[in-house]
């Protein structure tokens, strides 16, 4: 096995450390979305959008238990930043 030189060790654990750190940021990012969801169940506001109290339908829900709009509002969504993103 070769042995690395000291600055590419150095490379390699700043790339792990960064790894790490992005995923227990992902990690906290959904448990506060599994969070909202139990809430919203609490509530008995699940499985409606948030933007046209209409049901979110159960294979979006499936898919993604914690989805707070339809997909097409969604889509919506992604269409608006997409078009913003390109500017």
């Not at 506060?32 to 699940?46: S, T």
Request: with cysteine; hydrophobic share 30%.
């Amino acid at each position: 096995r070769r042995r690395l030189c000291g600055s590419t060790e150095r490379g390699r654990a700043a790339l792990e450390h960064w790894l790490d750190l992005r995923l227990r940021d992902r990690e906290s990012m959904l448990l506060r979305k599994i969070e909202e969801a139990l809430r919203r169940i609490k509530d008995r506001e699940y499985g409606y959008c948030k933007t046209t109290g209409e049901p979110i339908g159960i294979p979006r829900l499936l898919a993604r238990p914690t989805a707070e709009v339809s997909v097409d509002v969604k889509g919506q969504n992604e269409h608006v930043e997409a078009q913003f993103r390109d500017r």
